[in-house]
């Protein structure tokens, strides 16, 4: 009768798991360092913008919210009228966004897939626009908007804003990765070059156009040159330019309404974000892993 061989004593993983864990706490630590540093002056702007003039520089500084949130808005509507200005902000960045994503994906799906003469000095004269600072451009197209009756008005603001050269040729890098035969095999079952965009190639580039949106957004309700030059009326300012005009009111600028203002205009922003953020982390990531 044979025994059985004793079996080999195991060895504990857990010194190398602990070892392990505890190699990985400076980075931890540095990481979240970082965030914080990060995440601090936002912190500062909402808490700050709960409090009055006179308490923002008190020393030490107020760390927790204070109880003025509300007055300071009350005084922002009656100093601008932060409820018609956010709605003027929201109107014409979300026309904007939109018109801009329509007409990038036009003219990224031109470039990318179809073949016609004088293709490729279009996109070099495209992109050599890039290069030009958009100041250079703000008295050719206020005498083009002046000459068009559109000076002080929704359209003024919008339409320079549809066509935007670094879009384009995102969405032509984007679509040029696109395989030729998925679009080839929805033309074989009779579907027309519309249908072929919108219901093939939209719903591929979801992720691309959620990203650009959120960056066009950004660059739309942050614009303040053009609406400061191209606006008249007080009631069709955006929220950049009535949050400026608040500093000549007065000798001593409240603080707090400023900060107010700017807190409330982080807001569509991150409702925005959190509303596409998988789309916005899959549209930069895309193409990342390709081979």
């Known amino acids: 009768m044979t025994t059985a061989a004793p079996a080999a004593p195991v060895t504990p993983a857990a010194p190398a798991g602990r070892r392990r864990r505890l190699r990985g706490w400076p980075t931890t630590l540095l990481l979240a360092a970082v965030a914080g540093l990060s995440v601090a002056p936002f912190y500062w702007l909402v808490v700050a913008a709960t409090h009055s003039d ?32 956010v709605l003027n902000s929201l109107l014409v960045s979300g026309i904007q966004t939109v018109g801009a994503l329509v007409v990038a994906l036009l ?52 339409l320079p804003g549809l066509c935007v050269p670094f879009a384009i040729f995102l969405m032509r890098q984007a679509l040029a990765s696109m395989p030729d035969e998925l679009l080839d095999a929805a033309r074989v079952d009779g579907a027309g070059e519309i249908r072929v965009l919108f219901g093939v190639v939209v719903p591929v580039m979801r992720p691309v156009l959620a990203a650009l949106g959120i960056f066009l957004f950004l660059g739309s309700w942050n614009n303040f040159v053009w609406p400061l030059i191209a606006l008249r009326t007080p009631e069709m300012h955006t929220l950049p330019v009535a949050l400026a005009t608040l500093q000549g009111m007065k000798a001593n600028t409240d603080y707090g309404l400023i900060l107010a203002g700017t807190a409330l205009s982080t807001l569509p922003m991150m409702v925005l974000f959190l509303v596409l953020q998988r789309q916005f982390i899959s549209g930069l990531l895309a193409g990342a892993t390709k081979g």
């Open 54 to 85: 006179t308490e923002i520089f008190d020393w030490p500084p107020h760390l927790l919210p204070g109880s003025h949130l509300g007055e300071n808005l009350r005084h922002l509507q009656d100093r601008v009228g932060i409820g018609r200005v």
């Open 107 to 158: 003219a990224g799906y031109a470039f990318a897939k179809f073949r016609f003469r004088g293709r490729t000095a279009l996109f070099a004269v495209l992109l050599s626009t890039l290069v030009v600072p958009d100041q250079v451009m703000l008295v050719p197209l206020f005498k083009m908007m002046m000459s068009f009756g559109l000076l002080d008005s929704y359209q003024g603001l919008i």
